[in-house]
């Protein structure tokens, strides 16, 4: 059953590529435009839309905070992305033009279930990003998008999380070209960019054994942290729960520019620092003030431990390793950057005697509030 891998873990992420290019079959047309009609929201109750928001838990939150990038970038629409076991808690503000998007691998978290319930009572439309077909999340919303990973068995979230985030760039971009922004012709190009990066997906999985080896020498540390900024900051929270769920290790994700206001205090000597820098090319003011952080951290003893896209040489001097990630535009940047990160917890995992697949205290879907 797991095709010759040691763990589910390890077949699910070398499935990432499959199940990537498996979402975005038949949902890009051959104009190069999406055809989401299966979403059967009608175009006037998306052009009506004035606030999305994304609840989910876990590692799907995750998506949806890296979600919110896209679709404010490309629809200008208010995107608020909340834990689902806090939203129906907080009287949140919904209306009949609030899109409310609901993320969920099983499709059976009940935190997530009593949210979009919550909802849908004040009026809201319902969409579920879903991985399992006919599961009550997306049986009680108004519409539902399936992302095609096939079935997730390890507790870990991996093909499942990149698959989530495919979903959520295709509904930005709908989004987007259905309501017509100024962003059209960046539009067109970002789905073309989308139909190419399961290839690059791929790419990033060939070059993994440095990651391995690396993970393998820090099994005996007792914190490991991530930094990132932008979209790079929901990838360093996701590296930091893989391993947190994988290794029980003390693993925390930190925006980068935050470090200033109080985390920074926890460098000491070789302290192993995972730093994901945006791409030198489009936002590169935020390139740059990463590189000073990697500078300042390193300076203060961490063993800096950094992502960066090929060609990216500013970071060079600064990195005790380097894992190299192909070029991509900066939004769909989480899509090969997170896969270095789920190599590496799974790995250190594996050197401390873990048992991958089955995390202790661990349930693969939480039906309990
Ligand atoms: O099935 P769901 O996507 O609703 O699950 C949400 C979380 O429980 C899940 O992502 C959890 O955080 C994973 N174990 C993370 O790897």
Redesign the pocket.
């Known amino acids: 059953e797991k095709g010759g891998y040691a763990s589910f873990m390890l077949k699910e992420i070398a499935e990432q590529p499959k199940a990537v290019a498996d979402t975005l079959l038949g949902r890009i047309g051959v104009d190069g435009a999406l055809t989401l009609d299966e979403l059967r929201i009608p175009a006037a109750v998306l052009k009506a839309v004035d606030k999305v928001v994304i609840v989910?838990?876990?590692?799907?939150f995750h998506a949806g905070l890296i979600a919110k990038y896209a679709i404010e970038h490309w629809t200008r629409i208010p995107c608020e992305v909340e834990l689902a076991s806090e939203f129906r808690y907080r009287d949140p503000i919904l209306g009949g033009r609030s899109l409310v998007i609901a993320?969920?691998?099983?499709?059976?978290?009940m935190d997530?279930l009593m949210a979009l319930r919550h909802a849908r009572e004040q009026g809201a439309t319902v969409l579920a990003i879903c991985n399992t077909n006919g599961a009550t999340i997306p049986r009680e919303s108004d519409a539902v998008l399936y992302t095609h990973a096939g079935p997730e068995v390890a507790?870990?979230?991996t093909k499942?999380f990149l698959t989530q985030l495919v979903a959520c760039y295709l509904v930005a971009l709908y989004l987007g070209q259905v309501r017509g922004t100024k962003w059209g012709d960046e539009i067109r190009a970002v789905i073309r960019d989308l139909a190419a990066i399961s290839g690059e997906v791929g790419r990033v999985l060939e070059t993994m054994e440095p990651v391995r080896e690396l993970a393998r020498s820090l099994s005996g540390k007792k914190t490991v942290l991530f930094l990132g900024r932008h979209v790079g900051y929901p990838v360093a929270l996701e590296g930091a729960?893989?391993l947190k769920?994988l290794a029980y290790m003390h693993a925390e994700g930190f925006a980068a520019g935050e470090l200033k206001h109080g985390p920074i205090a926890l460098i000491e000597d070789d302290l192993p620092v995972v730093v994901v820098v945006p791409s030198p090319r489009g936002r590169s003011v935020l390139h740059d003030k990463i590189v000073s952080n990697i500078q300042e951290i390193r300076a203060r003893g961490a063993r800096t431990i950094v992502i960066a896209e090929e060609g990216d040489e500013a970071v060079v001097p600064y990195a005790d390793h380097l894992v190299r990630i192909p070029a991509t535009p900066t939004l769909l940047q989480p899509l090969v950057a997170t896969v270095p990160l789920q190599v590496f917890a799974c790995e250190l995992a594996t050197a401390r005697g873990n048992e991958v697949d089955q995390p202790r205290n661990?349930a693969k879907?939480?039906t309990v509030e």
């Open positions: 989910a838990c876990g590692t799907a993320v969920s691998q099983s499709g059976e978290t997530t507790v870990a979230s499942a729960l893989k769920e661990l879907s939480v």
